[in-house]
């Protein structure tokens, strides 16, 4: 079993309706939409998609409900959280509906956190689901979660847990980290959340990326990736470049406010104007200069949607 895919990855955007509540059909249409533009795999129930916002019964209904409608081993599952039962619970749903590919948080919020006690979540972790079918992908993003994922910890849960410990998503924007890991964890996929690092990562044996941006440009961060595949280099570094400036006009502002906004935006779809707190719509001014500037940068959106 080949699970995760290497490639490009959406880390998607959940729609929800105007009562907050998880909007699951538009959710399966838009990963199949981005199934079908560029990505070769969908990542739900991330950070973009406010999973940590969702109750744990929403998560639940999302991991069912979209697991019957996608394709199974194209997808991977935000399964992390501060609770440990919650953690499990998620978990052995998503390997019960045949998505054994989760997207795993350290515990977070209080912190910092010793090596000692994120082996431990994990231990029991796998210890509790324990189905050898598990593959776990540890989402490294310490902005958030106030614990950086060193690489002896990572050699050490590969050793323990062999194939479960399949890979990282590295979201700290550390290339000599993301590089060390890469060099030095055999048989373990890394995927950098920052697509300007793509084709770097690429280049020294990484996966690809999982990444939010590619809710609106996965053909772009795709035809990084098939450049590469193909060793078409000129062509790869052109499509990295523009990639890359994309990438910085869209950091202008939260992803989730941001996407969501120019999503609605575009679509004229109310299921993209709801969005749970912190986050809050973008203006119509901050909308059409965002749109103006990606468009400067080489893509018109109007003819994407």
Not at 62 to 90: F, H, N, W, Y
Not at 124 to 147: K, M, T
Not at 259 to 269: C, P
Not at 277 to 295: D, G, H, Y
């Amino acid at each position: 079993m080949t699970l995760p895919q290497t490639g490009v990855y959406t880390a998607s955007l959940t729609p929800l309706t105007a009562s907050y509540e998880p909007n699951i059909p538009a959710l399966i249409l838009h990963a199949e939409q981005l199934l079908e533009s560029g990505s070769d795999g969908v990542a739900i129930l991330g950070s973009t998609g406010e999973a940590n916002s969702l109750t744990l019964v929403q998560r639940l209904d999302i991991i069912e409900q979209s697991a019957k409608e996608l394709p199974q081993e194209r997808l991977i599952m935000g399964t992390g959280s501060c609770a440990l039962q919650d953690a499990v619970r998620l978990t052995q749903a998503s390997v019960d509906v045949g998505v054994y590919a989760v997207l795993v948080l350290p515990p977070f919020y209080y912190s910092p956190q010793s090596d000692e006690s994120v082996l431990r979540f994990f231990s029991e972790l796998i210890s509790a689901v324990n189905d050898p079918r598990l593959r776990i992908i540890f989402y490294n993003f310490p902005q958030f979660s106030g614990y950086n994922f060193s690489l002896s910890i990572l050699q050490e849960l590969k050793q323990r847990f062999g194939d479960i410990a399949a890979g990282i998503k590295d979201s700290s924007g550390d290339w000599e980290n993301l590089l060390g890991i890469t060099q030095n964890v055999a048989d373990f996929m890394v995927y950098t959340g920052m697509e300007p690092m793509l084709l770097d990562l690429l280049r020294v044996g990484g996966a690809g990326c999982i990444t939010a941006t590619a809710n609106l440009i996965a053909p772009e961060c795709q035809q990084v990736y098939e450049a590469w595949k193909n060793d078409q280099q000129e062509v790869a570094e052109n499509a990295q470049k523009k990639l890359t400036d994309l990438r910085i006009v869209l950091e202008s502002y939260p992803f989730v406010s941001e996407l969501k906004s120019i999503l609605a935006d575009q679509t004229n779809s109310a299921q993209w104007k709801h969005m749970l707190p912190p986050f809050s719509p973008l203006l119509e001014n901050e909308v059409r200069e965002l749109t103006a500037q990606i468009k400067e940068n080489g893509l018109d959106l109007s003819q994407r949607f």
